[in-house]
T-cell receptor, first 112, second 114 residues
Framework: DVKVTQSSRYLVKRTGEKVFLECVQD?????MFWYRQDPGLGLRLIYF???????EKGDIPEGYSVSREKKERFSLILESASTNQTSMYLC???????????FGDGTRLSIL | AQTVTQSQPEMSVQEAETVTLSCTYD???????LFWYKQPPSRQMILVIR??????QNATENRFSVNFQKAAKSFSLKISDSQLGDAAMYFC???????????FGGGTRLMVKP
């Protein structure tokens, strides 16, 4: 069965800290995605990766970076966390083009 | 840029009855995919149903069906015989045929009353 695993379900960090969110998939998918989910705004794409070491900016990349050193792992990095980055973060993966995305359980991140 | 709008932040339905969730989208593309995802309290997003824009026939999956109106850019989800387990956030999403990225609507919270 398809499995996308996010390393933390809940995370609390302080303003200014460097924060890493990890995502691992076991389906050999080329594509991986990081979304941010906020009430009333749905999911917004932060970054997308279509291969190892390849990435594309999504709709809201400011304040974030990503790393994909191995096919199965896609990390989201908050370089200097700010309170407006408090949110739910969802990772997803898929084969290219026609295949649907499979999602992890999400990380609820609070920046104090 | 594509946009997806869900005009109903919340809906409720009586168990065993039928409910329809609305979704409209804006695109200049002619070939694309539309999706409905369900997010229960457990938080994992689950694909409910998918529609290819080039197909005239509305997609169905058991109790879930869509009403796809391409000219009107409307894509509503109908849930028949609603069950308590259907209570969740529902998100409508759009993807270009040659693209990988999804554009989501703001979501509709569905409550099911016993």
């Amino acid at each position: 069965d398809v499995k996308v695993t996010q390393s933390s379900r809940y995370l609390v960090k302080r303003t200014g800290e460097k924060v890493f969110l990890e995502c691992v998939q076991d389906m050999d998918h080329e594509n991986m995605f990081w979304y941010r989910q906020d009430p009333g705004l749905g999911l917004r794409l932060i970054y997308f990766s279509y291969d190892v070491k390849m990435k594309e900016k999504g709709d809201i990349p400011e304040g974030y970076s990503v790393s994909r050193e191995k096919k199965e792992r896609f990390s989201l990095i908050l370089e200097s966390a700010s309170t407006n980055q408090t949110s739910m973060y969802l990772c997803a993966s898929s084969f290219p083009l026609t295949q649907p995305q499979h999602f992890g359980d999400g990380t609820r991140l609070s920046i104090l | 840029a594509q946009t997806v709008t869900q005009s109903q932040p919340e809906m409720s339905v009586q168990e065993a009855e039928t409910v329809t969730l609305s979704c409209t989208y804006d695109t200049s593309e002619s070939d694309y995919y539309l999706f409905w995802y369900k997010q229960p309290p457990s938080r994992q997003m689950i694909l409910v149903i998918r529609q290819e824009a080039y197909k005239q026939q509305n997609a169905t999956e058991n109790r879930f069906s869509v009403n796809f109106q391409k000219a009107a850019k409307s894509f509503s989800l109908k849930i028949s015989d609603s069950q308590l387990g259907d209570a969740a956030m529902y998100f409508c999403a759009y993807r270009r045929n040659a693209g990988n990225m999804l554009t989501f609507g703001g979501g509709t919270r569905l409550m099911v009353k016993p």
